[in-house]
């Protein structure tokens, strides 16, 4: 924690395979979607106070050139609701920010028998 400082875990999520093997999959399996909301604790995927080489955006340049992505609180129920798909990491779950219940699980990102996060589409 001396490196990452009291946001540890916010930083980390920079690095977090699960955003991209999510939008991948939507992509695959979900022709002509466009705009995606990736849920994150504030500024944790733009790298808000870290600069640019904490900008999860930034290293995946090739697939948000592709999609619409952008970084959606889970705490902010009106701009979820702007979405017809939420990548949900499984971490947030565990810290307590449920699942819309307007949307439902299409898919789990997985390694192993973990569970990094989920596809959620909104109810029709």
Known sequence: TEFFGDNENNVLQVAYIGY???????????????????????????GSGYGPQANW????AAITTRYHLAEVHPTDPKTIQQYHYLVWPKHLVQRGYALPTNFHVIHEIMGGNTIYCYILEANS
């Open 57 to 60: 955006f930034h290293y995946n």
């Open 20 to 46: 991209r093997e999510a939008v991948q999959w939507i992509g695959s399996n979900q022709p002509g979607t466009t705009q995606i909301g990736l849920i994150a604790t504030s500024g944790t995927l733009t």
